[in-house]
């Protein structure tokens, strides 16, 4: 599946060595705003129309099938990179700009 792929290759963006590929593999992909509608959908267990970092966590694990391991850090990193409020989850603002730093190297 497509948006499978596009959301693994999201995990290991902070990886210097691969930067560059993901970077290539996210801006041939289907769009920001697909990507983050999926994430929103199936990841915001609650309905807040926030990611928690349990929920990042969990999605990575269960959609996608990334190690308990791998999907922990994916969060973390999300957060990390994305929690302007610093509430300790990520609104659809939040998010999309993650994603775009990711697949482009925009500024947070």
Do not use: P
């Not at 769009?31 to 969990?58: C, H, P, Q, W, Y």
């Amino acid at each position: 599946m497509k948006i499978t792929a596009i959301i693994v290759v999201v995990c290991v963006t902070w990886s210097a060595i691969q930067a560059e590929l993901i970077h290539t593999v996210l801006r041939r992909s289907m769009g920001m705003d697909k990507l983050k509608a999926v994430m929103m959908d199936f990841g915001d267990s609650d309905d807040d129309r926030e990611l928690t970092g349990e929920e990042i966590e969990n999605f990575f694990t269960y959609f996608i099938n990334l190690s308990e391991s791998n999907a922990l850090r994916t969060a973390q990193q999300f957060i990390k990179d994305a929690d302007i409020n610093e509430n300790g989850s990520l609104d659809e603002e939040e998010l999309s700009r993650a994603l775009r730093h990711y697949a482009f190297g925009n500024q947070l």
